[in-house]
């Protein structure tokens, strides 16, 4: 998540907080992380009320390796945010791909889009099994998730690179 959406949502939370909670009545908060994801911590100290907001994930730190366990291909984000190259275990240069150009995406909620999330699809994660099967659709069955800091989202396929656009928010 964009620091920028981060900190509205904590705005937004700090808003609903101030309209449930008593007058005059004092809300703490603190900010974690827990499982790469941010977390807000909030407690009123009249109604003795606490809650958690999970903020999202943390922005992966660029430059940015992952290696995949399955195949052992390494896959580096460059330091711009935008390039994605991917090596193979003997140190081959697979591809290298600019997600965002080649898919010609038109730039939503930035001027300078970076990514800020690469992983893959866990099989146990339920609620992403969509996009194992919206891929499966287009034939391919491996493939590394990609989001960037417009929350714009997608697949590179491991094979080739090509990216296959999901969906911004």
């Known amino acids: 998540m964009k620091p920028l959406a981060t900190l509205f949502l904590f705005l937004a939370v700090a808003a609903i907080a101030d309209e449930r909670e008593p ?3 004092t809300t703490s ?5 827990n499982n790469n994801a941010i977390v807000f911590h909030f407690h009123n100290n009249t109604s003795g009320s606490n809650w958690v907001v999970n903020g999202g994930p943390l922005p992966i730190p ?10 052992g291909i390494i896959f580096c984000v ?7 190259t991917a090596i193979s275990p003997d140190g081959k240069i697979l591809w290298s791909k600019d997600p965002f150009a080649d898919a010609h995406l038109e730039h939503y ?5 970076r990514i800020v ?4 699809v866990d099989k146990s994660d339920e609620p992403h099994q969509w996009i194992v099967r919206a891929m499966a659709q287009k034939g391919i069955s491996k493939f590394i998730c990609i989001s960037f800091n417009s929350s ?7 094979r080739t690179g090509d ?3 999901l969906g911004q928010n």
Do not use: I, M, N
């Open 109 to 113: 909620r930035t001027d300078t889009p």
């Open 78 to 84: 460059e330091s711009d945010g935008r390039h994605v």
């Open 163 to 165: 990216f296959t656009f």
């Open 152 to 158: 714009q989202s997608g697949c590179l396929d491991f």
């Open 62 to 71: 660029l430059p940015y390796t992952y290696k995949d366990a399955d195949t």
């Open 29 to 33: 908060w603190s900010v974690t992380t």
């Open 117 to 120: 999330l690469l992983d893959e």
């Open 23 to 25: 007058k005059g009545s």
